[in-house]
């Protein structure tokens, strides 16, 4: 799949780092180091600005390494970006650890996958069909 992206970073395009990766990197793009506190959260930007086809969104997720080292994440995870979203790619970040962070230009902070959805028709109806869960949720299976 092809998709048109507008790269106004110093930084290459997002791109797959292994033939099964599912999410690209995504670099901050920032002028400035931004320190975050403990429960601080701040927007960084990308400089990317990419035009999905309609049907396929691109979301936003946290780097693993990030969060196990330094208890960093995407604040509104996954992050959807539309497919008629035109603007700069930013990521929700936020510190849950209890030290100070600091980003720098080029970090990775995020990853993004491309991925395909359908549109959901709603048919309203009266009744459900049953199942053996039936409305158990919230841990009603024992995990």
Partial sequence: MKIKIVNKSDHDSPAY???ASAGM???AFISDPVTLLPLQRALIPTGLFIELPVGY????RPRSGLAIKHGITVLN???TIDADYRGEIKVIMVNLSDTTYT???G?????MIVSAHEKAEWIEVDDLNQTSRGSGG??????
């Fill in 17 to 19: 780092e292994t033939i």
């Fill in 25 to 27: 990197d995504l670099k």
């Fill in 57 to 60: 969104e691109a979301q936003v």
């Fill in 77 to 79: 995870t996954p992050g």
């Fill in 103 to 105: 980003f720098n230009n």
């Fill in 107 to 111: 970090d990775r902070i995020a990853q």
């Fill in 138 to 143: 919230f841990g009603h299976t024992g995990q």
